[in-house]
């Protein structure tokens, strides 16, 4: 599931800077490493679901990394760690 490519951009609130990039490269799934705090975040929640939906219509489907947030807030930290998260689909 995991691929070779990594798109990293300032906030999930600036996501529709990814459209064009990831349309020219033909992506057709993306697999979004927020951190963990976008289980409390309401604002997080929301960009997620609309980029969410602004892919679907660009035909690219959006899966999530989650683990626990004990094993740190960012996918850096749970890397660094050794930890690999779980693959959510975006539903």
């Known amino acids: 599931m995991y691929g070779t490519t990594v798109v990293s951009i300032p ?3 600036v996501w529709r800077i990814l ?3 990831l349309k020219k490269m033909g992506v057709k799934q993306a697999t ?3 951190d963990m705090d976008m289980i409390t975040n309401l604002d997080v929640q929301r960009s997620l679901l609309e980029c ?3 892919l679907y219509q660009e035909g690219i489907s ?9 094993l740190g807030k960012g996918l850096d930290d749970l890397l660094l760690n ?8 975006v539903r």
């Open 11 to 13: 906030g999930v609130k």
């Open 19 to 21: 459209i064009e990039p």
């Open 32 to 34: 979004f490493a927020l």
């Open 52 to 54: 969410a939906q602004a």
């Open 62 to 70: 959006i899966n999530y990394a989650s683990w626990d947030i004990n």
């Open 82 to 89: 050794d930890y690999i998260p779980a693959i959510e689909k």
